[in-house]
């Protein structure tokens, strides 16, 4: 899913969207709930027609947002107090809120709120919050209005895989619609994060969506893909873009650096993108060092394409029963890529 926070994706149209055959985005329940708030987005009949986009959308409840602005919120029992990053006025969220949030909205898919921690951390304080976690996780399930929405749940935890565990026994109890592993792209290594999914991965039914969030290099597409996960979202590539970043197969490279300067090649021989069937390596240079408007919107246009076509490979895979010998060739490309040489 490419992240379109505020209810847009940065520096692309929907339309662009569609050309790379995106279904599915990711909007925040936080962020849209502050700015430009439930009032409007319902006023013009809900987030698809507010931001004209009629595929899919994923509303995060707003807790990682909530972790994010540890210096502006308090956390309760009942919910997040906390003070607008926008103008500072307060505001509450509870479990209850955040499903009336995303009702109005009309999102496809609703979270529910929970706990996001940092980096490992202390066990009692993670047993605590996984605690609060599932609490508000079964005070939200009977609120889901049903119809054309669905809940998903979130597994929390920390980097300890019994608390996972737990947590992925008592929210498949619930008999959510999808299971999202939650607090990992915190900053913790590759290893913990593997022992998270890990954890619970096995016991979350295969036969409904599993969706690791915040995750979403492409290296962590391909492996996680095959440790089962379904979904995944990331501001990895519109994020690399803006900065001049541009993946490519085997990893990325800086438009930026020198070496391109009378390059007229395009950035990706043979990709079908717009970015590369028009303009050079030269060009797009030049547009980054001119400070032109145009060239984080071609970059963004590439990286988005370069995610699709890699997971429409991964599901081609998956489907044609060739996904560990697949896995196995991409990883040779990776290792044997040299940025200097491309």
Not at 48 to 63: E, K, P, Q, V
Not at 150 to 159: D, L, Y
Not at 231 to 239: A, Q, S
Request: hydrophobic share 40%; proline share 5%.
């Amino acid at each position: 899913m490419p992240v379109g926070t505020q209810g847009t994706v940065k520096t692309v149209r929907a339309s662009d969207l569609e050309d790379s055959e995106y279904t599915l985005i990711l909007a925040n329940t936080y962020h849209l709930y502050l700015r430009p708030g439930v009032d409007v987005v319902a006023a013009a009949g809900g987030l698809h027609a507010f931001m004209g986009w009629d595929r899919n959308i994923l509303t995060d409840s707003g807790g990682f947002q909530l972790f994010s602005l540890a210096m502006l919120r308090r956390r309760s029992e009942e919910g997040y107090e906390f003070a607008s990053h926008v103008d500072g006025s307060r505001h509450l969220l509870t479990p209850r809120k955040v499903v009336e949030l995303q009702t109005a909205f009309g999102s496809d898919v609703m979270m529910v709120l929970d706990e996001c921690l940092g980096k490992p951390g202390d066990r009692s304080r993670a047993e605590e919050s996984l605690a609060l976690t599932l609490r508000w996780a079964e005070t939200a399930r009977p609120l889901h209005p049903g119809g054309g929405q669905a809940m998903f749940g979130i597994v929390q935890g920390g980097a300890f895989p019994d608390l996972r565990a737990r947590a992925a026994r008592v929210l498949t109890g619930l008999d959510f619609d999808g299971y999202a592993i939650g607090g990992v792209s915190v900053g913790e290594s590759r290893e913990l994060m593997e022992r998270a999914v890990d954890g619970c991965m096995g016991l979350l039914p295969d036969d409904k969506p599993r969706y690791l969030m915040g995750v979403g290099k492409p290296e962590d597409l391909v492996d996680f893909a095959g440790a089962g996960i379904d979904l995944f979202d990331c501001v990895v590539p519109t994020r690399n873009a803006r900065g001049g970043g541009f993946f490519v197969p085997g990893g990325h490279i800086n438009i930026r650096n020198a070496r391109f300067r009378s390059d007229f090649r395009p950035v990706q021989p043979g990709c079908g993108c717009f970015t590369c069937s028009k303009h050079s390596r030269a060009y797009l240079r030049h547009l980054f060092l001119a400070g032109e408007w145009l060239a984080p919107i071609l970059a963004t246009l590439h990286n988005l394409h370069y995610f699709a076509s890699l997971t429409a490979d991964i599901r081609a895979a998956v489907e044609e029963d060739r996904f560990d010998s697949w896995r196995s060739e991409w990883h040779e490309m990776r290792s044997l890529f040299d940025p200097t040489a491309c």
